[in-house]
């Protein structure tokens, strides 16, 4: 997986998502987890954009953050 942004322009993205969307990033990471079967990391911030009108940078932010988490649950 490559990074998309730097640690810390993540953790800021990540910080702001809950003010300008309305919703928690657990939330939205639930979001991700329920939503359709998708592989491609395009297609799952491709889908969050379409379904839940999210700007281009907070679904990269969440699609790579639930794949963070997803990778650290499998160790």
Do not use: Y
Not at 23 to 36: H, K
Not at 39 to 53: A, M, P, Q, T, Y
Request: net charge positive; aromatic share 6%.
């Amino acid at each position: 997986m490559s990074q998309l942004f730097s640690e810390e322009t993540h953790r800021n993205m990540l910080s702001r998502i809950p003010q300008c969307t309305g919703r928690e990033i657990s939330e939205w990471l639930r979001t991700v987890d329920e939503g359709p079967a998708l592989i491609r990391f395009d297609e799952k911030v491709s889908w969050l954009r379409g379904e839940h009108n999210l700007a281009h940078g907070h679904a990269k932010a969440i699609v790579h953050e639930h794949d963070l988490r997803r990778a650290a649950r499998k160790f």
